[in-house]
């Protein structure tokens, strides 16, 4: 299939290189950042150009990834080429795309996404399309990248996608506190890492309210008014440490 690229950050990157990894072409990329579009179209061998430089594409379908706000307004002619699009966000409604297509779905990567990645992840894709026949053509090309795809409307999208936010984002900002507090304290970090690979791999294979450990859970007083007085150089930390350890005593 050959696809048209709008966009050239994070999600656009992974998702060309997954495309050409499994025998697609991507045919030309569009950005406003044209040195970004100029970068991933070298390495996707491909042609280039500004959003609002007037283009004739050819392609079979015409991929939107760019950031939710930037769905509102994308300044290539999309409408003109009559050409399938499919946008990439977990929480902007399909309906958006009216103006830029007849026919027109959604093909959401259910994965953080780096460019920076040397190797690409597993990929669940939740996909939906305006018309039967939209779903089935997205749900077929969304088959030849993942084993994972599933059919998702607006509301199930976007639930999930607030899901991935706690999982991930959430999750990571936790990370950082930790770190931090590591550095600020001269303790080494790096001793966590075990022990995150062997949390994040415990709630992939038992429901994590059921694997749930620590003082909070056993309500150790002892323990947790040590860790505050701890904290007590740290009262941003502190809190966040208070909020979250009574939402798990007090579910």
């Known amino acids: 299939m050959k696809i048209v690229l709008i966009g050239s ?4 990157t992974v998702l060309g290189r997954l495309i050409i990894k499994n025998g697609h072409t991507v045919t030309h990329v569009i950005s406003p950042h044209v040195e970004n579009a100029a970068t991933l179209a070298n390495e996707l061998n491909c042609t280039y150009s500004h959003c609002k430089q007037p283009i004739t594409p050819d392609c079979d379908l015409v991929i939107l990834s760019v950031s939710d706000s930037g769905l509102e307004n994308i300044h290539a002619n999309v409408k003109s080429w009559n050409k399938p699009v499919v946008h990439t966000s977990g929480s902007v409604s399909i ?10 779905g959604v093909l959401y990567p259910l994965q ?3 460019k920076e990645m040397t190797t690409i992840p597993e990929i669940p894709f939740l996909v939906d399309g305006s ?3 939209m779903y089935t053509f997205i749900e ?3 088959k030849t990248l993942s084993h994972q795809v599933q059919r998702a409307n607006d509301e199930e999208r976007s639930k999930l996608h607030l899901a991935a936010v706690i999982s991930s984002n959430f999750t990571n900002y936790m990370y950082k506190l930790a770190e931090q507090y590591c550095i600020d304290e001269g303790v080494n970090f790096t001793l966590l890492h075990p022990l995150i690979l062997e949390t994040a791999q415990r ?4 429901s994590p309210g059921n694997v749930q450990t620590g003082p909070a859970i056993r309500k150790d007083i002892q323990t ?3 860790h505050l007085r701890l904290l007590n150089a740290y009262p941003k930390l502190r809190t966040t440490y208070l909020r979250i350890t009574d939402s798990i005593m007090n579910p």
């Not at 950050?9 to 656009?12: H, K, L, R, T």
């Not at 709630?203 to 038992?206: D, H, M, S």
């Open 224 to 226: 947790l008014d040590k």
């Open 140 to 142: 077929g090309f969304a």
């Open 131 to 133: 018309t039967d026949d």
């Open 9 to 12: 950050g994070n999600v656009a």
């Open 95 to 104: 309906e958006i795309l009216k103006k830029y297509a007849d026919v027109f």
């Open 112 to 114: 953080t996404l780096r």
């Open 203 to 206: 709630a992939t294979l038992f």
